[in-house]
Each structure stands twice: as C-alpha cells, then as structure tokens.
C-alpha cells in the first residue's frame, strides 16, 4: 500500500488539516506497518511521506510508543521518549478501533528538544544565582 487515495470533500479537508499540524502522526495497521503519516512526521524521519507509506514504523521511529498499542491495545499518553539521534518527544498512541474492531495504531507526537534545552538553561541560571 504506497498511496491513500481521498475521494469525500471531509477525507480531503480532514487530510490537509492533519498535514499542517505541528505534531507529527503516524496511523499503522495491525503489524505496524505504516498507513497514514503527515508530513511532521516524515520530516522528523528525514524521508517522505511515500516512502514511509507501507513500512513498519520501527524502520523510521525505532522506540515507536505506537508498538506498545499494538501489543497491548491500551492508550499511551504523555509518554517522553528519546530518539537515536537525541530529540525527544511527548508522544499520546491509542489503538484505531473501527466498527468495534482493533486495526491497528496511531500515534500523535511532539518534538519537545527545543523546550528540554530552555528549561535546562533557564534552571542552570538559577542554580549560579544561589
């Protein structure tokens, strides 16, 4: 599956809403395998949206929070995680349910470095105050 093709206006202006989001989103079936991504997402993955399309999540976010539903179908929220490269995130995952059946994940996210660095600037200030 490489390509979702929006045929309803709401499918269409629900895309282009989640598209300019400043959160990242990944949407995974069953396996984990990549359904839906914004471009947040993709730029964050250093890659594209297509090529994201179809590959497991594990490939582009390997500490994925979005693994975690799909073993357990629970809901994830507010869970800090850190990505190889250092940047971390505030991440909410919860299971997609579609007519009363589990289908997979998806999972919204937030790159929060910038804020951690300010903070730990702001705090290191105060402590040379003392």
């Known amino acids: 599956m490489k390509n979702i093709v929006l045929e309803d206006s709401t499918s269409i202006i629900l895309d282009q809403i989640i598209q300019n989001l400043s959160e990242g989103v990944n949407v995974t079936d069953m396996n ?4 839906y991504a914004n471009e947040k997402s993709a730029t964050h993955a250093n890659t ?8 497991h999540i594990s490939n ?5 929070v979005i693994l975690k539903v799909l073993d357990s179908q629970e809901i994830y929220t507010n869970i800090n995680v850190e990505h190889p490269d250092g940047r ?16 997979g994940a998806l999972a919204i996210f937030r790159d929060v470095t910038e804020i951690k660095i300010m903070n730990n600037k702001r705090f290191f ?5 003392i």
């Open 32 to 35: 984990g395998n990549i359904i």
């Open 125 to 129: 200030h105060k402590c040379c105050e």
């Open 60 to 64: 582009f976010y390997p500490k994925a």
């Open 48 to 55: 594209t949206i297509q090529d994201m399309l179809g590959n």
């Open 88 to 103: 971390q995130y505030i991440v909410n995952a919860l299971p997609l349910i579609i007519k009363e059946q589990f289908k």
